[in-house]
């Protein structure tokens, strides 16, 4: 396996997968989501935290910089539409940078 994780920003982790097709790294990361949901933690008095996911697929030759756009757009658009979700990134057709 050759995916890794890693921090990136303060608040915020990347994790890349190697390997593994849009449908399955969704899945895999929804059940992320799901269970810590479900983590209750005494020093926040029993309740839980929540997690929003940007999932962005790069695209051969695109380059990094279009793949982080595109999951840090989709991480936006699920912390501004309620949080605790997973938001898969679309490209537009007509994007040119």
């Given amino acids: ?4 994780a ?4 303060g608040e915020e982790f990347a994790i890349i997968f190697t390997e593994k ?3 399955t790294v969704y899945r895999l ?7 810590v949901s479900q983590l209750k933690f005494e020093e926040l008095s029993g309740h839980s935290v929540t997690i ?8 051969k030759g695109s380059g990094k910089e279009k793949l982080f756009k595109g999951a840090d757009q989709s991480l936006y ?3 501004k539409t309620g949080k ?3 938001v898969i990134y679309e490209a537009q ?5």
């Fill in 6 to 9: 890693a921090r990136y920003g």
């Fill in 93 to 97: 057709l007509e994007e040119t940078d």
């Fill in 1 to 4: 396996m050759n995916d890794f």
């Fill in 77 to 79: 658009d699920a912390k």
């Fill in 21 to 23: 097709s849009m449908d």
């Fill in 52 to 59: 929003s996911i940007g999932l962005s697929e790069y695209r």
């Fill in 29 to 35: 990361l929804e059940r992320i989501r799901w269970h």
């Fill in 84 to 86: 605790n979700k997973t």
